[in-house]
């Protein structure tokens, strides 16, 4: 059974930072791109970012580009979502995800490529 838990949501004050983590359980996500997306109330999913596997070649939205990074550990079957400058626009919940095994260095934007999904973790940033 595929699991993506994500953690590390939260209360944070405009300008302040969080992390969000997500561990990847039950199958191997090598060639599987990883990403962020968050979805605010009454708005449509949206992407935030994505990593490949291999080379770990990132790609950001521009609301968050410069302000948030992505990484994650292999080894562990883990990903990272480091969130710096946060403004009261960043908050939403956050969702981690999962595509199947496409390519070495695959990484995609479009929430529909994405297989797996992990069940969110709220992030309020407060003016």
């Known amino acids: 059974q595929v699991q993506l838990v994500e953690s590390g949501g939260g209360l944070a004050q405009a300008g302040g930072s969080l992390r969000l983590s997500c561990a990847a359980s039950g199958r191997t996500f090598s060639r599987s791109a990883m990403g962020w997306f968050r979805q605010a109330p009454g708005k449509p999913r949206e992407f935030v970012a994505t990593i490949s596997w291999k080379t770990q070649v990132t790609y950001y939205s521009d609301s968050v580009k410069g302000r948030f990074t992505i990484s994650r550990d292999n080894a562990k079957n883990t990903v990272t979502l480091q969130m710096y400058s946060l403004e009261p626009e960043d908050t939403a919940v956050y969702y981690c995800?999962?595509?199947?095994?496409?390519?070495?260095?695959?990484?995609?934007?479009?929430?529909?490529?994405?297989?797996?999904w992990g069940q969110g973790t709220q992030v309020t940033v407060s003016s």
């Open positions: 995800a999962a595509t199947s095994g496409r390519g070495i260095d695959y990484y995609s934007w479009n929430p529909e490529d994405y297989a797996y």
